[in-house]
């Protein structure tokens, strides 16, 4: 599985800002994908997936703010974020779950750069 994620960019703070994470190859294995951050000094920490029925799952930071949608004909997957605060700012990556064997395989796509200005 490859991820190629895009739409990070700069905003002012209540700005708004699209990612995209387009997926391909054994795109059919994927159990769950999603977005994760990180923020300068911190640990990358989950901010929403979407799982292949649809069930969605976000950080409480982000919960209100933030829609994860998929588009299962172009095997892609969107976060819409809206009402962006500073703290938000971070390099967000695209990531992908898939069984491997008995154990569950992380797909990691590269960051995009997410800023946002107080």
């Known amino acids: 599985v490859q991820l190629q994620a895009s739409g990070g960019g700069l905003v002012q703070a209540g700005g708004s800002l699209r990612l995209s994470c387009a997926a391909s190859?054994?795109?059919?294995?994927?159990?769950?994908i999603g977005w994760y951050r990180q923020a300068p000094g911190k640990q990358r920490e989950l901010v929403a997936t979407?799982?292949?029925?649809?069930?969605?799952k976000y950080a409480d930071s982000v919960k209100g703010r933030f829609t994860i949608s998929r588009d299962n004909a172009n095997n892609t997957v969107y976060l819409q974020m809206n009402m962006l605060k500073p703290e938000d700012t971070a390099v967000y990556y695209c990531?992908?779950?898939?069984?491997?064997?008995?154990?569950?395989?992380?797909?990691w796509g590269k960051g995009t750069l997410v800023t946002v200005s107080s």
């Open positions: 190859g054994s795109t059919f294995s994927i159990n769950a």
């Open positions: 990531n992908a779950k898939a069984p491997l064997g008995r154990n569950t395989y992380d797909y």
């Open positions: 979407i799982s292949s029925g649809g069930r969605t």
